[in-house]
């Protein structure tokens, strides 16, 4: 009991700590310079939304009325001359500013779900290249367990060669197949690199982060389309349109002008004139009705396109689903045959001190085992990959 609780204190500690992938996951959406955007055009459109409200500005016109064409200015002997100042304001019915500015917000939502989306996209794209990163230092370590594997064969073939018993083209081969692995170790290093910089790219900036261990990553356990980010996404663009039809509801409603003018007349009395205008929807059915009409279709045609998209992001992550399952059963395949090689080149081994085998022959069956166990990371790799874009579905 007493070794129980430091390993379960232990266990609470590490579990309060993100782990590298996670740090890395933090600073990327604290730094990727695209995702700040989202902010300002979500604010964008709220100011939009703000000036929709307003009224217009109002037009301040000058004028002289009624001048004769001998003299261009009023006079006591022409009454109905003078200098004219008449201040004009339009005014939309709050009915229309009030819709229009629904529309504009219902886009500042919009940006709220691509942000969302675009967070998403981030995410599983810095997780695949972390993935990437983790696999290069695998090979290395296989390459490196290969290496040693190589130089023992040549410790036992050189002690072979002293006593007449191994052919020099043995210790040849054996030294070739060394140069090739140095070569594979620096193909994993520049790989590591180029997948270092992307990473770097996605992040806007430089974290430190370190690979970890290659384990395959759990799929799924369930998925539900509706939770799906586009999805989402979509059923406000669904929103948008239907304020836009509302909006179009409304364009036949009469938008009023009313203006005052002071006319100042030389010598005579000053005039003041009022004025109340509006406009008449006599063209309602070949104008407005048609605006009506044209966004009552496209509303119609987001919510086919709402469905479209739900059944495919639904397969979608049946896809990636099934793809997981094959991977899995094919990864078990290849622990199989790797320790039924390992077997096998352990007898192999024990012959070839006895002289009953040659080292081509335990060569042949090193490199099938080399193979499975390169197979067998980058099936790994690819479950955690297939996990991050599922992931992303969500």
Same mark, same amino acid.
């Given at each position: 009991m007493k070794m129980l609780i430091p390993l379960v204190i232990l266990f609470v500690i590490s579990a309060s700590f993100p782990g590298p992938l996670e740090r890395l996951v933090e600073f990327a959406l604290e730094n990727n310079p695209r995702l700040k955007s989202f902010e300002n055009r979500r604010e964008s459109f709220k100011y939009r939304?703000? *000036?929709?409200?307003?009224?217009?500005?109002?037009?301040?016109?000058?004028?002289?009325?009624?001048?004769?064409?001998?003299?261009?200015?009023?006079?006591?002997?022409?009454?109905?001359?003078? *200098?004219? #100042?008449?201040?004009?304001?339009?005014? =939309?019915?709050?009915?229309?500013?009030?819709?229009?500015?629904?529309?504009?917000?219902?886009?500042?939502?919009?940006?709220? !779900?691509?942000?969302?989306? !675009?967070?998403?996209?981030?995410?599983?794209?810095?997780?695949?290249?972390?993935?990437?990163?983790?696999?290069s230092f695998e090979i290395e370590r296989i390459l490196q367990d290969i290496e040693k594997e190589i130089?023992?064969?040549?410790?036992?073939?050189?002690e072979k060669y002293r006593y007449g018993k191994a052919l020099l083209s043995d210790l040849i081969l054996l030294k070739v197949e060394l140069l090739k692995v140095k070569e594979r170790l620096s193909e994993a290093e520049k790989l590591r690199e180029t #997948?270092?910089?992307?990473?770097?790219?996605?992040?806007?900036g430089k974290p430190p982060f370190e690979p970890v261990e290659l384990k395959a990553v759990?799929?799924?356990?369930?998925?539900?389309?509706?939770?799906?980010?586009?999805?989402?996404? !979509?059923?406000?663009?669904? &929103?948008?349109?239907?304020? &836009?039809?509302?909006?179009?509801?409304?364009?036949?409603?009469?938008?009023?002008?009313?203006?005052?003018?002071?006319?100042?007349?030389?010598?005579? =009395?000053?005039?003041?004139? *009022?004025?109340?205008?509006?406009?008449?929807?006599?063209?309602?059915?070949?104008? &407005?009705?048609?605006?009506?009409?044209e966004k009552t279709e496209l509303y119609r045609a987001r919510l086919l396109?709402?469905?479209?998209?739900?059944?495919? #992001?639904?397969?979608?992550?049946?896809?990636?689903?099934?793809?997981?399952?094959?991977?899995?059963?094919?990864l078990k395949t290849i622990e199989e045959e790797i320790e039924e090689k390992k077997k096998e080149i352990s007898a192999l081994l024990i012959a070839y001190e006895y002289d009953r085998t040659d080292i081509r022959e335990i060569l042949r069956a090193y490199r099938i085992l080399w193979s499975l166990e390169f197979d067998r990371a980058k099936v790994i790799k690819t479950l955690n990959q297939i996990?991050?874009?599922? &992931?992303?579905?969500?």
């Open positions: 939304a703000d *000036f929709s409200r307003s009224l217009p500005n109002p037009m301040l016109t000058f004028s002289l009325n009624n001048v004769e064409t001998e003299r261009l200015f009023p006079r006591k002997e022409n009454p109905m001359s003078g *200098f004219v #100042v008449f201040l004009s304001q339009k005014y =939309p019915l709050p009915a229309k500013r009030n819709r229009s500015s629904e529309i504009f917000l219902a886009k500042a939502q919009e940006v709220d !779900f691509s942000r969302e989306k !675009f967070k998403k996209e981030l995410v599983k794209n810095i997780k695949n290249l972390y993935w990437e990163y983790s696999y130089n023992s064969l040549i410790d036992i073939t050189e #997948v270092k910089s992307k990473i770097y790219a996605l992040a806007g759990n799929f799924l356990e369930s998925f539900d389309p509706e939770i799906n980010i586009s999805v989402k996404l !979509f059923k406000q663009k669904v &929103e948008t349109a239907k304020r &836009e039809v509302e909006r179009a509801k409304v364009e036949h409603y009469p938008d009023l002008t009313l203006s005052a003018g002071y006319m100042a007349r030389p010598e005579i =009395p000053d005039l003041l004139t *009022f004025r109340l205008g509006l406009t008449l929807p006599v063209w309602y059915s070949s104008r &407005e009705k048609k605006l009506v009409l396109e709402l469905e479209d998209i739900k059944l495919s #992001v639904e397969g979608d992550f049946r896809a990636l689903e099934s793809e997981y399952r094959i991977n899995t059963e094919i996990v991050a874009k599922a &992931e992303a579905l969500q």
